[in-house]
């Protein structure tokens, strides 16, 4: 956060909840009243395509994901963009307000209801076909710009050995 910004500071509340299925995390936005809910399918992608790490705990992942989780920018789906996300356009056929966002690891995508975010899943930069690039790229650069203005000049950091085991 820049020091001109300490008597606005950017809050958020996170909360780690389990239900029969298994743990979802809730993000509470307070500059912009919005919810973002995180169900155990999406931690589960991240642990497999991001994290690469089967011997750490439910928990331990959750953490993880938001040590590096500053915020993401999203892109509404529409029908230029449904090409490259295939198995979306079935909610898009339905008008849903499906979504793609860039993140500090990936790129996520998810529903939006409201002001709920729903975020589905996860993958890695790696896992994006040469026809997704040019606009995956542009999500990324619009990421990395709002996070300048948003938190000054930090390093967003990488997932790769960040685990500490106990």
Request: net charge positive; hydrophobic share 40%.
């Amino acid at each position: 956060m820049k020091r001109s910004d300490q008597r606005n500071p950017i809050f958020g509340v996170r909360c780690v909840y389990n239900r029969p299925e298994g743990a979802y995390a809730a993000v509470l936005s307070l500059d912009d009243k919005t919810i973002s809910i995180y169900p155990p399918h999406f931690f589960k992608r991240y642990r497999e395509r991001v994290v690469k790490d089967f011997s750490a705990s439910n928990n331990d992942i959750i953490h993880l994901y938001f040590t590096f989780g500053w915020g993401f920018m999203c892109g509404v789906l529409n029908w230029d963009m449904a090409a490259i996300c295939r198995k979306f356009n079935q909610r898009i056929n339905n008008n849903s307000d499906v979504f793609v966002c860039a993140n500090a690891v990936g790129y996520c995508f998810g529903e939006r209801q409201g002001k709920i975010y729903i975020m589905k899943t996860i993958v890695s930069e790696d896992m994006i076909f040469e026809s997704q690039k040019a606009v995956f790229n542009n999500l990324r650069k619009d990421f990395i710009e709002a996070n300048k203005d948003w938190y000054g000049n930090i390093v967003l950091g990488s997932v790769k050995n960040s685990l500490v085991k106990n």
